[in-house]
């Protein structure tokens, strides 16, 4: 956990000494926060089946720096929580529902467009996450026999266990930057690493995230 903020911190104090002998500009720090929506992408290959899971609901806070490289691109790190998970429905009776709270470095490349009062920004990027925690609640109900409970979530690389720690993939996002300081995005990350613990070359099933996230914020 140590590493994941000293990390962080580096990229921060990075892009601060990029921005103060830069001609470009200087560096922005903003705080942005709001929804998720995430999911999974199942792929069993041994049955040649894909699917995504149900949507959650879900909710992100990130802390970033954006650090000028042109007149119309910015380097954009930071650091985040992010809550992810899926809902399962395995019969018309039965739910499971994932709740997994994730730590995420991205560190993303934007084009910046000037556009009214401030400029609409488009970027991607690739992010380093690490799941920390996480909860399954478990929901049967047939009209006769109800019930409700909750197990965490063991996380891991055993065969026993739920879900891998370690996370990779990228990140895209939009949005529009107001000169006031104020801005509002939406995003979708894309994870590559297979989240499934103990899957082999025989087992052959893969388990990624897919994120929806909808976000307002500040930069100063």
Do not use: C
């Amino acid at each position: 956990m140590k590493k994941v903020f000293l990390l962080a911190a580096a990229f921060m104090i990075g892009g601060a000494a990029y921005a103060q002998t830069g001609t470009t500009g200087t560096t922005k720090f903003g705080i942005k926060a709001g929804v998720n929506l995430p999911s999974y992408k199942y792929t069993n290959d041994a049955l040649n089946e894909s699917e995504d899971t149900e949507s959650s609901v879900n909710f992100n806070v990130t802390g970033y720096a954006d650090i000028p490289v042109s007149n119309f691109f910015s380097v954009q790190p930071g650091i985040s929580l992010q809550g992810k998970g899926a809902k399962y429905r395995e019969t018309e009776n039965y739910m499971e529902k994932e709740d997994v709270l994730a730590i995420e470095i991205p560190v993303n490349l934007l084009a910046n467009l000037p556009a009214g009062p401030g400029h609409f920004y488009l970027g991607a990027g690739p992010y380093a996450g690490f799941n920390i925690s996480g909860k399954i609640d478990r929901d049967y109900d047939d009209g006769v026999v109800e019930a409700d409970y909750d197990t965490d979530l063991n996380i891991g690389d055993d065969d026993g266990d739920d879900l891998k720690a370690l996370d990779f993939g990228f990140n895209f996002l939009a949005g529009y930057q107001f000169n006031s300081g104020f801005n509002v995005g939406a995003g979708y990350g894309l994870g590559l690493t297979n989240l499934y613990p103990g899957s082999t070359s025989d087992t052959n099933i893969e388990k990624n995230n897919r994120l929806w996230s909808f976000t307002v914020g500040y930069a100063f």
